[in-house]
C-alpha cells in the first residue's frame, strides 16, 4: 500500500486547510487509516484515526472539535478538516495505514508527510 499526503501549506491562526491522504496499491489490506504529526525537536503525536467501511472515527484531545478525519471509499482518500489552526499545529503531518488485527498503535504504511505552518 502507497500513501501520498498532500494539501499542506502556509496559513495564519485562526484559518483552515485541508489535508488529503490518497491510497493505492492493495487497500483491500488496510483496516484503519490513521493522521500524526512531527513537529520539530518533538516526538510523533498521533492526531485522528478512522476505522473500518463504517468510518468510526477517534481523536487525540489536542484537536478533538477543531479537526475532522473523513474518508472516501469509493476514492481511497482520507481527508483531514482543520478548523481554527494555531500556531501549536505548526509540524510535518503524515497519514498512515494498519492492516487488520494489529495493536491500535502500530501502523504498517506511511505517508511522505506534507508540512503545516501556522503563523501568529
Known amino acids: 500500500v502507497q500513501l501520498q499526503a498532500s494539501g499542506g501549506g502556509l496559513v495564519q491562526a485562526g484559518g483552515s486547510l485541508r489535508l488529503s491522504c490518497a491510497a493505492s496499491?492493495?487497500?483491500?489490506?488496510?483496516?484503519?487509516l490513521a493522521w500524526f504529526r512531527q513537529a520539530p525537536g518533538k516526538e510523533r503525536e498521533f492526531l485522528a484515526r478512522?476505522?473500518?467501511?463504517?468510518?468510526?472515527?477517534y481523536y487525540a484531545n489536542s484537536v478533538k472539535g477543531r479537526f475532522t478525519v473523513t474518508v472516501d471509499n469509493a476514492k481511497n482518500v482520507m481527508t483531514l478538516q482543520m478548523n481554527n489552526l494555531k500556531p501549536e499545529d505548526t509540524a510535518v503531518y503524515h497519514c498512515?495505514?494498519?492492516?487488520?488485527?494489529?495493536?491500535?498503535?502500530?501502523?504498517?504504511?506511511w505517508g511522505q508527510g506534507t508540512l503545516v505552518t501556522v503563523s501568529s
Open positions: 498512515a495505514a494498519q492492516r487488520a488485527f494489529r495493536p491500535t498503535e502500530q501502523y504498517d504504511y
Open positions: 496499491g492493495r487497500t483491500s489490506s488496510v483496516h484503519a
Open positions: 478512522i476505522v473500518g467501511s463504517g468510518g468510526r472515527a
